[in-house]
């Protein structure tokens, strides 16, 4: 499985970014995408997730604020209202969904900067 992401930039608080990550490899099984997020000095953070049958889960922090989206393998990350503690490193997630223990795949961060 590859993960390629794009979309981050700097923005100014209140602006809207959008961010995709292409899948490959990824045989057609229940599976769960999405993006964590990672600030300086802190642990990496659930943003939004999406499964390949259409569940979603948000932070509460991003709630109302970000919509996940997904086109097959390829998902989307649509985040609006944007605070400066949204700032971090946005990575790109995939992970099988089974009851067996499974790795989890990331892609390479992009950085979101949002300046107040």
């Known amino acids: 499985v590859q993960l390629q992401a794009s979309g981050g930039g700097l923005v100014q608080a209140g602006g809207s970014l959008r961010l995709s990550c292409a899948g490959s490899?990824?045989?057609?099984?229940?599976?769960?995408m999405g993006w964590y997020r990672q600030a300086p000095g802190k642990q990496r953070e659930l943003a939004a997730t999406?499964?390949?049958?259409?569940s979603t889960n948000y932070a509460d922090s991003v709630k109302g604020r970000f919509t996940i989206s997904r086109d097959n393998n390829t998902v989307y990350l649509q985040m609006n209202s944007l605070k400066p503690e949204d700032t971090a490193v946005y990575y790109c997630?995939?992970?099988?969904?089974?009851?067996?223990?499974?790795?989890?795949?990331w892609g390479q961060g992009t950085q979101v900067t949002v300046s107040s």
């Open positions: 490899g990824i045989i057609n099984r229940l599976n769960r």
């Open positions: 997630n995939f992970k099988r969904i089974s009851w067996y223990t499974v790795p989890d795949y």
């Open positions: 999406i499964t390949s049958d259409g």
